[in-house]
């Protein structure tokens, strides 16, 4: 299994910030998922970072809303541009290496704006 | 929507006894899998099934799958308070094998 540190673990913001939220991997795997989980809700993805290029974003979600970068194997970042409220929300990263079916999460972090 | 639906949306059993939670998806699977949630954490990884398979024990977990119905049930045996969480089904689907789809959840609170 992989170890997760997800940084911040919470966090309050203002209305029209940024917030970026950092991932790290204690060993290299193949993917990283970034989630998105309303309390009391299921989780729904934003997108697959993918090492060296675009991350691939579900329907709904777009990069310039939620850009990622994922500069090696074992890192990632998710930015939250131009909150609103509606962003309030916990931010989960997760990693699997060639199953995508075994993930492994981060202890998340919860968004409240303002 | 692929989503997977649990039943129940919540459930409170006494410490000891059996608590069961089912799913049900739309499309047809490779695996399924259950993953857990403590409150205010991420979710773990509990146990896997694929669609091949009818029946799979873990410890006090039991998982069934049918795939006929497109239904699984989690069952937790001999009830923990420690068991007291959010529950979720994935599932990954023949056509999306990049990535895995989670049901609504089920709450358990275990009674002491």
């Known amino acids: 299994s992989a170890v997760i540190s997800q940084k911040p673990s919470r966090d309050i913001c203002q209305r029209g910030t940024s917030l970026t939220i950092q991932c790290q991997v204690d060993?290299?795997?193949?993917?990283m998922f970034w989630y998105r989980q309303q309390p009391g809700q299921s989780l729904t993805l934003i997108a697959t970072?993918?090492?060296?290029?675009?991350?691939?974003?579900e329907s709904g979600f777009v990069i310039d809303k939620f850009p990622i970068s994922r500069p090696n194997l074992t890192f990632s970042t998710l930015t939250v541009s131009n909150m609103s409220p509606e962003d309030s929300s916990i931010y989960l990263c997760?990693?699997?290496?060639?199953?995508?079916?075994?993930?492994?999460f981060g202890a998340g972090t919860r968004l409240s704006v303002l | 929507s692929q989503q997977g639906e649990e039943d129940p949306q919540a459930l409170s059993i006494q410490e000891g006894e059996n608590a069961t939670m089912n799913c049900s998806y739309k499309?047809?699977?490779?695996?399924l899998q259950w993953y857990r949630q403590n409150s205010g954490r991420g979710l773990v990884h509990l146990i896997l099934?694929?669609?091949?398979?009818r029946e799979k024990h873990s410890g006090r977990l039991r998982v069934t799958l049918d795939t006929s119905k497109k239904s699984s049930s989690l069952l937790i045996t001999a009830s923990r308070a420690a068991d007291t969480a959010s529950y979720f089904c994935?599932?990954?689907?023949?056509?999306?094998?990049?990535?895995?789809?989670f049901g609504k959840g089920t709450r358990l609170h275990i009674l002491p």
């Open positions: 060993s290299q795997v193949t993917m």
């Open positions: 994935a599932t990954d689907h023949m056509n999306r094998d990049d990535k895995i789809i």
């Open positions: 970072a993918n090492q060296g290029s675009e991350a691939t974003y």
């Open positions: 099934i694929r669609s091949n398979e």
């Open positions: 997760s990693v699997a290496d060639r199953n995508p079916s075994i993930q492994y």
């Open positions: 499309t047809s699977i490779n695996n």
